[in-house]
């Protein structure tokens, strides 16, 4: 039985076998059909396409070649514990995510693209993971018709960290992404982060600054913290250089994640870090990285579509932790 169909760059979302299947299109339009039902412990995933050059035996589900496939079909059936599903831990929901990408041969006038696939599942009381996944790394805010997530990763951002102690000088891995729904393809940025060792902020709380003047990565100047190369325009991952502060004490991370339209950057929205030997780069395009010369100052709008994105559920407030930072020498 197939549960869901998504057409055109459309999201759709059903109960299936207790289980709530959201499926992404790509930012392109996918002139094709995708079924898909999410099984107590499979997925089954059926890619019709309509584009007669289409070769589907290029479509990959994960690390998965197709089942079986013809001409205009793709048939996938494969077990949660294959492809490389990724498991998210968002409170009492566990998250298997995949992608569907089609692979287009050099000689193709067909587009490559990749259309993410999500089975959310209510987390068993007694579920344990053998990877140790903890509750407090990966939060999920709803807003409007956007969903925001930003969590704690692994050391290739395959997955939730599997550990929320970090020595100091380590790399911290985080990852936050929105889905789009209705939206048309939007850029995620992050505006401000701030660490501090309190779950909310107050005027007292002790914080210290990571990220700040709409994007700017002020950590990135003296040690080796970076944003990552975008996977998805919807996606930032952000290697983080552990820092002295609280050190033994829970930490908080504080962010403001901004969705906005990939071609209005401008030096309030944009993401930046230093290079060394380079100065300041602009993560989007290096062309256009003067947009980060204010970093050193006060960036400021030229435009009044900052304050309008606001009133619109443009951004959303987001804390990951709590984690602890610890000194290997003491």
Same mark, same amino acid.
């Given at each position: 039985m197939h549960c869901v169909s998504s057409k055109h760059a459309v999201m759709?979302v059903s109960f299936c076998q207790g289980a709530l299947l959201l499926s992404?299109?790509?930012?392109?339009?996918?002139?094709?059909?995708?079924?898909? %039902?999410? &099984?107590?412990?499979?997925?089954?995933?059926? !890619?019709?396409?309509?584009?007669?050059?289409?070769?589907?035996?290029? $479509?990959?589900?994960?690390? +998965?070649?197709?089942?079986?496939?013809?001409?205009?079909?793709?048939?996938?059936?494969?077990?949660?514990? %294959?492809?490389?599903?990724?498991?998210?831990v968002t409170g009492d929901v566990l998250l298997y995510s995949n992608d569907?990408?089609?692979?287009?041969?050099?000689?193709?006038?067909?587009?490559?693209?990749?259309?993410?696939?999500?089975?959310?599942?209510?987390?068993?009381?007694? !579920?344990?993971?053998?990877?140790?996944?903890? %509750?407090?790394? @990966?939060?999920?805010? &709803?807003?409007?018709?956007?969903?925001?997530?930003?969590? $704690?990763?692994?050391?290739?951002?395959?997955?939730?960290?599997?550990?929320?102690?970090?020595?100091?000088?380590?790399?911290?891995?985080?990852?936050?992404?929105?889905?789009?729904?209705?939206?048309?393809?939007?850029?995620?940025?992050?505006?401000?982060?701030?660490?501090?060792?309190?779950?909310?902020?107050?005027?007292?709380?002790?914080?210290?600054?990571?990220?700040?003047?709409?994007?700017?990565?002020?950590?990135?100047?003296?040690?080796?913290?970076?944003?990552?190369?975008?996977?998805?325009?919807?996606?930032?991952?952000?290697?983080?250089?552990?820092?002295? @502060?609280?050190?033994?004490?829970?930490?908080?991370?504080? +962010?403001?994640?901004?969705? !906005?339209?990939?071609? /209005?950057?401008?030096?309030?929205?944009?993401?930046?870090?230093?290079?060394? /030997?380079?100065? !300041?780069?602009?993560?989007?395009?290096?062309?256009?990285?003067?947009? +980060?010369?204010?970093?050193?100052?006060?960036?400021?709008?030229?435009?009044?579509?900052?304050?309008?994105?606001?009133?619109?559920?443009?951004?959303?407030?987001?804390?990951?932790?709590?984690?602890?930072?610890? %000194?290997?020498?003491?």
């Amino acid at each position: 039985m197939h549960c869901v169909s998504s057409k055109h760059a459309v999201m759709m979302v059903s109960f299936c076998q207790g289980a709530l299947l959201l499926s992404l299109a790509a930012a392109m339009a996918v002139y094709a059909d995708m079924k898909v %039902d999410c &099984g107590p412990d499979f997925v089954m995933l059926m !890619w019709t396409e309509s584009r007669p050059q289409a070769d589907t035996s290029l $479509l990959r589900l994960g690390s +998965c070649f197709p089942t079986s496939f013809s001409a205009g079909e793709a048939y996938f059936y494969v077990d949660l514990t %294959d492809c490389n599903f990724r498991i998210l831990v968002t409170g009492d929901v566990l998250l298997y995510s995949n992608d569907l990408t089609y692979v287009a041969s050099e000689d193709s006038y067909n587009l490559a693209f990749t259309h993410p696939v999500v089975c959310a599942y209510e987390r068993p009381k007694d !579920w344990y993971s053998s990877q140790q996944i903890y %509750d407090p790394v @990966f939060k999920t805010y &709803g807003l409007g018709d956007l969903q925001f997530t930003i969590g $704690l990763m692994n050391d290739d951002f395959s997955g939730p960290a599997e550990s929320t102690s970090f020595p100091l000088g380590s790399i911290i891995p985080i990852m936050a992404s929105v889905v789009q729904k209705t939206h048309q393809p939007l850029l995620l940025l992050l505006e401000e982060c701030v660490a501090a060792t309190t779950p909310e902020l107050h005027p007292e709380s002790t914080m210290y600054p990571i990220i700040s003047n709409k994007g700017c990565l002020l950590e990135s100047v003296s040690s080796q913290s970076k944003f990552e190369p975008r996977q998805k325009s919807s996606e930032m991952r952000l290697s983080l250089q552990t820092f002295k @502060f609280a050190m033994g004490e829970e930490v908080f991370i504080h +962010c403001k994640l901004l969705a !906005w339209d990939p071609n /209005g950057l401008d030096n309030t929205k944009k993401a930046c870090h230093f290079v060394k /030997g380079h100065g !300041w780069e602009l993560l989007d395009n290096l062309a256009q990285s003067n947009l +980060c010369d204010c970093c050193e100052s006060k960036c400021k709008s030229r435009r009044q579509r900052s304050v309008a994105s606001e009133k619109h559920g443009m951004v959303q407030k987001a804390v990951i932790g709590p984690f602890t930072i610890t %000194d290997v020498n003491s």
